[in-house]
C-alpha cells in the first residue's frame, strides 16, 4: 500500500492522529509529515494539565474529611429537623467543592488539549487512560480520576507496557473504583481476625473486580482462554493490594497489607507463583504484560481508536511485531503505527466522540472550553459526561455508539449555537481550508462557499462528515 500525497498526509496527521486542526496547523506538518509526528514522541511521556497539582493521597485525605463533615452534617440536621440551617449549608458548601475539584481536573484536560501543539501526543494518552478506565460514578474515584491520569497514566505512556499497567493497577484510583481495597484473603490473618470479632456477621471476603477486569479488558482480552478459576486464583494473588488509612503515614497511598494477603501458591494460566507476598502480585501482572496475547489485543485497541472500527490485520500484526521484539515498549509502538501505510488511508473512518468533536471544533478557532460549567453540561448533553465512562470498559470506540439521529440533531444544536458565537469573525472558505487541508471535498468546499452567512457556512463545515470523521 502506497502513501498518500504530503498534502493529504498533513491533513492526516493532523485531523487522525491528532485532535483536530489549529489554525495554521495543517502548513506546519505539511513539511513532514510523519516527522511532525514522531518528534511528539518522547521518553518523559505526555504532558500534565495545569490543574490543581494535589496528589491521590491529599486527595483521598480530602475525600475522608468530607465524608466527616458530612456525617456531621446530617447527624445536625437529624437533630435539630432543620434543613436550611448552618450544618445544611456546610454540606452544601463540601459537595459544592467535592463537584468543583472534579470539573476543575477536567476542564484543565479539556484545555491542555484544546491547546496543545503535540496533538498526537495527547491523543495517545487519551487512549491510555480510556483503556485502564477509572469513572466518577463512584465519588471517592471521581476526586482521583485527576491525579490517576497525572500519576499512572501520563508518566507512562512511551514507557514499557508493564510498567504502565503497574503503575495504573496500584494507583488508589483504580484500588477503590474496582474496589480492591475491600479484598482480604478467605484464609489471612484479617479474615480470621473478622471472624472472631464479628461472629455472626457478614464478613469480608475476596473481591475478583480488579482480577477479571485486567485478564479482560487491561492484558489478554475476551476469548483468550482464561477461565473463572484463573479469575479467581488472580484476585487471591492480588489480596493485599490496599491503601494506607488515615491512622498511617501513607495514608492514601498504595500500600501492601501482608495481613489480607491469601496465604499460598497460585495457579494462573497453567503457570505456577509462590507464595511470595506482594511479589505474587507483581510478578503475575508482570507475566500478563509479556503475554503474546496481551499484544494482540491492546494493539488490536490501538489500530481500532486510531483507524478503523474494523483495522486491517496487517496493521495489527506489524504494531504486534514491534511490542514483542521490545517487551512492549510503546514508543515504538507508537512509531511503528505513524510508519505503517495502512494507517493512512485517505479515507475517513472514525467517527469523533462528542470530546474529540467539541475540542476539535474549539481547536478550529484557536480557543478552549471558558468554564466547566459551559463544558460538562454539552458533553454530557451529547452522551459523554465528564470523566464518567458508564463501566470499566471505558468510552465505546464503534461509530454506532455516536452516531446516532438523535446523537447528530444534538451535535447539530451545539454547532450552531458555537457558530453564533464565532461565525461572523471567521472567512467561511480560509477556515475550510484550516479545518481539513487535503481532506476538503469539492461537495464541502461549495456548500461552505454557498452559504448565506458565516455563521451557517461555519455549522455546515463542522457538521460535515469529513469535520465529523477523522
Known amino acids: 500500500m502506497s502513501l498518500p500525497s504530503r498534502d493529504m498526509m498533513a491533513a492526516i496527521a493532523v485531523t487522525r492522529f491528532g485532535l483536530g486542526a489549529r489554525p495554521g496547523e495543517i502548513a506546519t506538518a505539511g513539511g513532514d509529515p510523519l516527522g511532525w509526528l514522531a518528534a511528539q514522541v518522547r521518553p518523559a511521556g505526555a504532558d500534565l494539565p495545569q490543574d ?19 456525617q456531621a452534617a446530617r447527624k445536625d440536621i437529624q437533630k435539630t429537623g432543620d434543613k436550611t440551617g448552618e450544618a445544611a449549608e456546610q454540606l452544601k458548601d463540601a459537595q459544592r467543592m467535592l463537584r468543583e475539584t472534579i470539573g476543575g481536573d477536567f476542564l484543565a484536560r479539556a484545555r491542555l488539549a484544546a491547546n496543545t501543539p503535540d496533538s498526537f501526543r495527547e491523543r495517545w494518552t487519551l ?12 465519588q471517592i474515584t471521581g476526586l482521583l480520576v485527576g491525579p490517576f491520569e497525572r500519576e499512572a497514566i ?28 475491600q479484598s482480604i484473603g478467605p484464609n489471612s490473618r484479617a479474615a480470621a481476625f473478622a471472624a472472631r470479632r464479628q461472629a455472626g456477621k457478614r464478613q469480608p471476603g475476596l473481591n475478583e473486580n480488579l482480577a477479571r477486569e485486567i485478564l479482560e479488558l487491561h492484558t ?56 511470595a507476598g506482594l511479589d505474587q502480585g507483581l510478578t503475575a501482572l508482570k507475566i500478563l504484560a509479556a503475554d503474546p496475547r496481551t499484544a494482540h489485543h491492546v494493539c488490536a485497541k490501538i489500530a481500532t481508536h486510531f483507524v478503523s472500527d474494523t483495522p486491517p490485520p496487517s496493521l495489527v ?36 466522540t462528542p470530546y474529540e468533536f467539541t475540542l476539535s471544533t474549539w481547536r478550529l478557532v484557536g480557543a478552549e472550553p471558558s468554564a466547566i460549567e459551559r463544558l460538562a453540561p454539552i458533553l454530557t448533553g451529547l452522551g459523554q459526561k465528564p470523566f464518567s465512562p458508564p463501566s470499566p470498559k471505558g468510552w465505546p470506540e464503534e461509530a454506532q455508539a455516536w452516531a446516532s439521529p438523535d446523537g447528530l440533531i444534538k451535535r ?31 461537495p464541502v468546499a461549495k456548500a461552505v462557499s454557498r452559504a448565506e452567512t ?8 463542522v457538521m460535515s462528515p469529513e469535520f465529523q470523521r477523522r
Not at 487512549?127 to 463512584?138: L, Q
Not at 458565516?454 to 463545515?461: D, V
Open 52 to 70: 490543581d497539582g494535589a496528589t491521590a493521597a491529599s486527595r483521598f485525605l480530602a475525600m475522608d474529611a468530607y465524608r466527616k463533615d458530612r
Open 317 to 352: 500484526a506489524a504494531l504486534e511485531e514491534r511490542w514483542m521484539e521490545t517487551g512492549g515498549r510503546l514508543d515504538v509502538v507508537a512509531r511503528a503505527l505513524i510508519a505503517a501505510p495502512e494507517a493512512w488511508d485517505p479515507t475517513p473512518a472514525k467517527f469523533k
Open 412 to 442: 447539530m444544536q451545539w454547532s450552531q449555537g458555537f457558530a453564533a458565537v464565532v461565525g461572523d469573525r471567521l472567512d467561511p472558505n480560509a477556515t475550510a481550508l484550516e479545518a481539513l487541508g487535503a481532506r476538503l471535498s469539492p
Open 154 to 181: 501520563r508518566p507512562n505512556v512511551f514507557g514499557r507496557f508493564e510498567d504502565l499497567l503497574v503503575a495504573a493497577s496500584t494507583h488508589p484510583a483504580m484500588l477503590t473504583y474496582l474496589d480492591q481495597v
Open 454 to 461: 458565516r455563521r451557517e457556512a461555519f455549522a455546515l463545515l
Open 220 to 275: 489478554l482480552g475476551v476469548g483468550s482462554g482464561y477461565t473463572q478459576a484463573d479469575v479467581t486464583e488472580f484476585a487471591r494473588a492480588l489480596t493485599g493490594f490496599s491503601l494506607g488509612r488515615g491512622e498511617d503515614d501513607r495514608a492514601g497511598q498504595f500500600v501492601f497489607r501482608e495481613n489480607a494477603h491469601e496465604p499460598g501458591a497460585r495457579e494462573i494460566l497453567g503457570r505456577r507463583y509462590n507464595e
Open 127 to 138: 487512549f491510555w487512560a480510556n483503556h485502564f478506565t477509572v469513572s466518577a460514578t463512584k
